[in-house]
């Protein structure tokens, strides 16, 4: 079983920069593909962001050019930096981590404010 552990939310203004942090417990975070998604009120969970074991990134269109993901496997964090914050990046932001199918993890989520 793996924990994951978000922190760094909050409430920022509109243009703002905030970092995401996610803690996994556990030994298989250097192998897992791990990413950010969020899932604003009224609204369907979506993908932000996704990193292989290999570094390998992908990134919605809506957040492309504004925000980073990035690993520290020594660390066993996830890190997500958010730049350029809009408000409808208003959202709580959840923490993932897939190892094969059967074995897919989330976090408890963190609360992302953008106020305008």
């Known amino acids: 079983q793996v924990q994951l552990v978000e922190s760094g939310g909050g409430l920022v203004q509109a243009g703002g920069s905030l970092r995401l942090s996610c803690v996994a417990s556990?030994?298989?975070?250097?192998?897992?593909?791990v990413g950010w998604y969020r899932q604003a009120p009224g609204k369907q969970r979506e993908l932000v962001a996704t990193i292989t074991s290999g570094g390998n990134t992908n990134y919605a269109d809506s957040v492309q050019g504004r925000f980073t993901i990035s690993r520290d496997n020594a660390k066993n964090t996830l890190y997500l930096q958010m730049n350029s914050l809009k408000s409808e990046d208003t959202a709580v932001y959840y923490c993932?981590?897939?190892?094969?199918?059967?074995?897919?993890?989330w976090g408890q989520g963190t609360q992302v404010t953008v106020s305008s």
């Open positions: 556990g030994s298989t975070f250097r192998i897992s593909t």
């Open positions: 993932n981590s897939k190892l094969n199918l059967w074995r897919v993890y």
